[in-house]
């Protein structure tokens, strides 16, 4: 299938998935929380929570007066600071002796307490922590596919669930964070009811089509490209904003007598994971060389941004996509010279390898292999992962169709998903 990549490639090994590792719940209740012995030393306070295991913990004067929790220097509610660091961070007194807290009077008159529960968590300056410190939380579960490994069931919720109660709407945005994608089961087919969800979620992110897009499919007055009848390739949307869509909220209210038009969805995670795999030369370059892009409305609206194809985080995962061939532009200046740098090669080479990168990715998006296909229905609403997953569109052959749907900021959502994890753990 892939002729022009059938090629042995010698290049450094790409960072590999690292799988995160907990702690053992048994190694930590073998050891001893309790403070063993804190020393005041000049511009520091020295805690011990083991001296066997040499098991320690330094605290700056300077951080503990900007971090007094107490309601004078943090709201309780908020959280937020209410002293400004220019505080005086001289200690006349420092009590440790037989309590569960260390004391601290300032030189100003001001008294902080900090339990040694709350010096564990936040210590900063350490040896040997992992020992008696608790374990971090796991990650959230990320579930990568294809089509071999649809999820089967889909990821499901009920409109009434999600609209009832905040358990629904967690359920809701847990499914989009592990698949990148949920239905909304026995959503009323209306304008309203699109609304009525994105606002659950949180802010709507406005667009140049206003808060809620409308296509009536085959209807080209809107200005776009793939609101026509025919196939629509895949591709993720508002590439060229500078802020993206972080979630697609789509939802068809009319669907008369429509023949083809199937819905496609891809894991761009996935897709970019084997391309590191199989291909990692041309995923280096899709990760290090930026793709100009650029959307104009009849006029009135004029975007251009610089993307990379494929965002990694630290430990090397694709953690964001952001691809969309109908808004490309020419690769430029810039583009070619990010090339030469990663490949250490001529301009020659550099355009050459550019263009088999892209072709590889092409293809491997427009294969079947990644491809999830489905009927989306009246009644049958879909939020997905702007970020993580590629959307595309079957020929609607015959019939009338009309979608709608908002946008949420990357923010928004996981803002959300964050909020309600922590109120309903």
């Keep these: 299938m892939f002729s022009f990549v059938q ?7 790409l960072p590999r998935l690292r799988v995160a590792c907990l702690l053992q719940s048994q190694e930590i209740s073998s050891v001893a929380r309790t403070v063993s012995g804190i020393n005041k030393e000049d511009k520091s306070i020295l805690v011990n929570w083991n001296k066997e295991k040499d098991v320690w913990s330094k605290f700056h004067f300077n951080w503990l007066r900007d971090n007094c929790p107490c309601p004078k220097c ?18 006349s007194k420092v009590d440790v002796e037989g309590k569960d807290a260390v004391e601290v009077e300032w030189r100003d008159g001001h008294r902080s307490q900090y339990s040694h529960d709350w010096l564990l ?9 992992s020992v008696i410190k608790p374990p971090p939380a796991p990650k959230r579960k990320i579930t990568l596919w294809d089509r071999d490994t649809v999820p089967d069931p889909p990821p499901e919720v009920n409109y009434h669930d999600v609209m009832a109660d905040d358990k629904g709407m967690l359920a809701l945005l847990q499914k989009v964070y592990q698949y990148g994608y949920c239905f909304i089961l026995d959503t009323p087919p209306t304008r309203e009811s699109n609304i009525a969800v994105g606002q659950r979620i949180g802010p709507m992110q406005n667009s140049y089509y206003g808060q809620q897009w409308y296509v009536e499919l085959g209807n080209l007055s809107v200005d776009h490209i793939t609101y026509n009848k025919d ?6 949307d508002l590439v060229p904003v500078f802020d993206a869509a972080g979630t697609s909220l789509m939802h068809v209210i009319v669907y008369k007598d429509a023949k083809g038009a199937r819905s496609i969805l891809v894991d761009g995670f996935k897709l970019g994971n084997h391309m590191r795999q199989h291909f990692p030369e041309y995923f280096s370059l899709l990760t290090n060389v930026s793709f100009r892009y650029h959307l104009t409305f009849s006029d009135k609206a004029n975007y251009k941004m610089r993307r990379y194809t494929f965002g990694v985080n630290s430990d090397g995962d694709v953690k964001d996509i952001h691809i969309n061939n109908y808004d490309r532009q020419p690769l430029d200046e810039e583009s070619l010279y990010q090339a030469k740098e990663v490949l250490s090669c001529d301009a020659d080479e550099a355009m050459e390898k550019m263009y088999e990168a892209t072709r590889c990715l092409h293809q491997l998006m427009y294969s079947d292999q990644f491809h999830n296909k489905f009927d989306l229905r009246p009644g049958r609403m879909l939020l997905f992962n702007n970020k993580r997953l590629l959307h595309a569109r079957e020929q609607l052959t015959s019939g009338f169709r009309v979608l709608c749907g908002v946008f949420h900021t990357e923010q928004e959502w996981r803002s959300k998903l964050e909020k309600l994890e922590c109120d309903l753990s």
């Design 7 to 13: 090629k042995v490639l010698r290049i450094p090994a």
């Design 74 to 91: 943090k709201h309780p509610e908020l959280k937020q600071r209410l002293l400004d660091t220019l505080e005086d961070a001289t200690p």
């Design 121 to 129: 968590t936040n210590s900063y300056c350490h040896n040997n922590i």
């Design 231 to 236: 196939k629509v390739l895949p591709h993720t």
